[in-house]
């Protein structure tokens, strides 16, 4: 397995303790000396990852921005399901997905990622040519995330999208010009929640491969909301609606 970078306290701290055999070394700044570092140099130390100080320059060129925190780890791959059908084989429950076509910011995929676990999604699902890709960047903003959702990249989405209803999961679509909305539909369901980019929204074919169309309802000035809020707010309504099934 290729290693890779995470950077942050809390993509690092995460990984730490989900997979502490993978953390290969862990680069600290020794310029910080606050007690979130030493807390976090301790659970390093706990971990058995080697530890290198350096210096903020370097912490730079490695993490590829300044907002490093002064913690960048270089980690292996941790092995994840092969497939998607792996994966869905595996859930225990009812299947919840996120589905995102379009999403190229790395930013926005960090928090969708973040907000699936939160969530208690089973995977995150997007195109291969209509996507980010997991980097340290998506990384970070997803807090450690990225290495408990199983994130897949798939070369052809409406087959995909086609596959999950072969499996009676409702695959349903968030569009602005929808006539219901997300709250008159019942969530409690295998459903796979289907989002846009903000502005673009989804494609055309991914639209029309949905079961159904829905909208968050919006009430003030603005048209609509970045993704990984509305990605948050289709998802914990499923939540919601689990959790008061009972």
Do not use: W
């Amino acid at each position: 397995m290729s290693n890779r970078l995470l950077f942050g306290f809390h993509a690092v701290t995460v990984r730490l303790k989900s997979a502490p055999r993978s953390v290969i070394e862990v680069h600290v700044d020794p310029a910080r000396r606050d007690q979130r570092m030493r807390q976090f140099v301790e659970r390093v130390v706990a971990a058995g990852a080697r530890i290198v100080e350096s210096d903020d320059a370097h912490l730079q060129k490695m993490s590829g921005t300044s907002r490093h925190q002064g913690v960048v780890a270089r980690v292996e791959a941790v092995a994840t399901s092969h497939s998607l059908d792996d994966t869905l084989d595996a859930v225990e429950g009812v299947p919840l997905l996120l589905v995102l076509d379009g999403v190229t910011d790395p930013h926005n995929l960090g928090a969708c990622l973040r907000v699936a676990d939160g969530a208690g999604a089973q995977a995150v699902i997007a195109p291969k040519d209509h996507a980010v890709g997991l980097n340290a960047t998506v990384a970070k903003v997803a807090s450690g995330a990225a290495d408990t959702v199983p994130y897949f990249m798939v070369t052809n989405l409406a087959r995909t999208l086609n596959e999950l209803k072969e499996r009676d999961i409702r695959v349903l679509g968030l569009a602005e010009d929808a006539q219901q909305t997300l709250y008159e539909l019942d969530l409690t369901g295998p459903v796979a929640l289907v989002l846009g980019a903000e502005g673009s929204g989804m494609r055309q074919l991914t639209a029309r491969t949905c079961d159904e169309l829905v909208r968050l309802p919006m009430r003030g000035a603005v048209e609509s909301l970045n993704v990984s809020v509305a990605s948050a707010v289709c998802l914990y309504e499923a939540l919601r609606q689990r959790h008061h099934r009972g």
